[in-house]
Every structure is written in C-alpha cells, then in structure tokens.
C-alpha cells in the first residue's frame, strides 16, 4: 500500500462543506481528491466523521457520514499501529507538535507519501523527510 500524497481531515471536511464561504476551498479539495496517488490513515477517518457529524457548520448525519468513510475505505488507508504511535510520539518530541499531527506525519511516512496537504502544520516544513503543503493557499499545487 503506497501513495505519493497524504491527505489530512481538513481536506476532507472541506470537500464536505455547503458554506458558500468555503467553496474556493471546497474546489480545492475536489481537486485534490480527485487525484489517483493520495491516502489517509484510519486517524483521519475517524476526524472526517466525528466532525461531520457534530461540527455546527456541516452536521451531517451519520449515515451520510459513515458512507463517505466507506467510499474513502477505497483509497489506500494506513491503520494505526502500535509502530505509528511510538512514531508519532518521537515526531511530536523533535518538532514540538501535537501528538496527533505527529501521527498524521507518522502515518504518511508508512505510506511512502512524500507530501501531506494540510490546513494545521506549517505550510513548506519537513518533518522527517514528510512536507507539508498547504492546499488552501495561493499558488500551492
């Protein structure tokens, strides 16, 4: 199981919004979405559809929720292991970030991406060979 890209919830809960305020973001999740060298990590999942399911902007129901997870299961998916987290700890010591954002970059690593999309980390950093890209912003591919 590889993929060049690792795509973090954001993207996710961006391509799920109906705010009209987001939809230059929601583009760009689609467009993102769209490509044939992405995944995710069972972490990212489990973000997309407690906050799909319980943020005050999409409140989507469970069932929708649960089948957008479903349709997600077809891209390749990193579960997490006991080999991430003891990764995602160590990433999270170095770069003095969350314990989660460690995982993502952890889960990455295991799937051979050499980028992550997203929102939360610094936009151009290397964590241990991992870039993180921010879709979102101008002039970003």
């Not at 799920?16 to 990590?41: C, F, N, Y």
């Amino acid at each position: 199981m590889r993929a060049a890209f690792f795509i973090d919830t954001n993207v996710l809960l961006y391509r799920a919004s109906t705010d009209e305020g987001e939809r230059p973001k929601r583009m760009v999740a689609e467009a993102l979405l769209r490509r044939g060298d992405i995944g995710l990590s069972a972490q990212v999942l489990a973000e997309f559809y407690h906050n799909a399911t319980s943020k005050r902007g999409l409140r989507m129901s469970a069932e929708r929720a649960a089948a957008i997870v479903e349709s997600l299961t077809l891209l390749p998916v990193i579960p997490i292991t006991s080999e991430i987290v003891q990764t995602a700890i160590r990433l999270r010591q170095r770069y003095q970030i969350s314990y989660w954002d460690g995982a993502i970059i952890a889960a990455a690593k295991e799937l051979g991406a050499s980028t992550v999309y997203s929102e939360d980390l610094a936009h151009g950093q290397v964590y241990d060979g991992v870039t993180v890209l921010n879709p979102f912003l101008p002039d970003v591919e």
